[in-house]
Every structure is written in C-alpha cells, then in structure tokens.
C-alpha cells in the first residue's frame, strides 16, 4: 500500500476540479478535526474523508451537467481518486 498525504491530496484535488467552496471548507475542517485528536494525514480516517471529498466533487460535476453518460460506483477506494479523470472513466458508461 502507498502512503498519500491525503491531505495535500483533497488541496491538490481541490485546485484542479470545479466544486462549490463549501464542500472544501467542510472536508477541511474535518481533517482539522482529526489533527486535533492526534491523528495525521496518512491515516485512515483522512483516506476517508479525501475519499468522501472526491465523490462529492464528482458528484457536484455531475449534477451541474458537466459529466454525461455517469453511474456513480460508490465502492470506489480513495487511491482511485488519486487519478480523478480515471475514476470519472471508469464510472462512464459504455455505449450510450
């Protein structure tokens, strides 16, 4: 397994993908909280939250209209998220 800042990954993600600012700000603050209690951003519960950050993101894009022929996979690892674009293709369906 590698070990992401994920962290600087949902920052990273967050810079090149269109989302509302208020998704950034509440995942944030959640990683925050983490910090708080001790933890840091290469544990499981910040590969979590960036996992959560990135579906909603995609999920935002897709609502907003700008992702066609998408079927959302809700049992995608946050590692796939790494490659937002191929996590985006591999939720594209085929042939319509």
């Given at each position: 397994?590698?070990?992401?800042a994920w962290?600087?990954?949902?920052l990273?993600?967050?810079?090149?993908?269109v989302h509302?600012d208020?998704?950034l700000e509440?995942?944030k603050?959640?990683?925050?909280?983490?910090?708080?209690k001790?933890g840091?951003?290469?544990?499981l519960d910040?590969?979590?939250?960036?996992?959560?950050?990135?579906?909603?993101?995609m999920l935002?894009?897709?609502?907003?209209?700008?992702?066609?022929?998408f079927?959302?996979?809700?049992?995608?690892?946050?590692?796939?998220?790494l490659?937002?674009k191929?996590?985006?293709?591999?939720?594209?369906?085929?042939?319509?």
């Open positions: 397994m590698i070990k992401v962290g600087n990954a949902m990273d993600l967050a810079k090149s993908e509302a208020w998704m509440r995942y603050n959640q990683m925050r909280a983490i910090f708080s001790g840091n951003q290469y544990d910040c590969r979590e939250i960036f996992r959560h950050f990135a579906m909603m993101v935002y894009q897709y609502d907003a209209g700008f992702l066609a022929n079927e959302w996979n809700p049992d995608l690892e946050a590692e796939e998220y490659d937002f191929a996590a985006i293709k591999k939720q594209t369906k085929e042939g319509v």
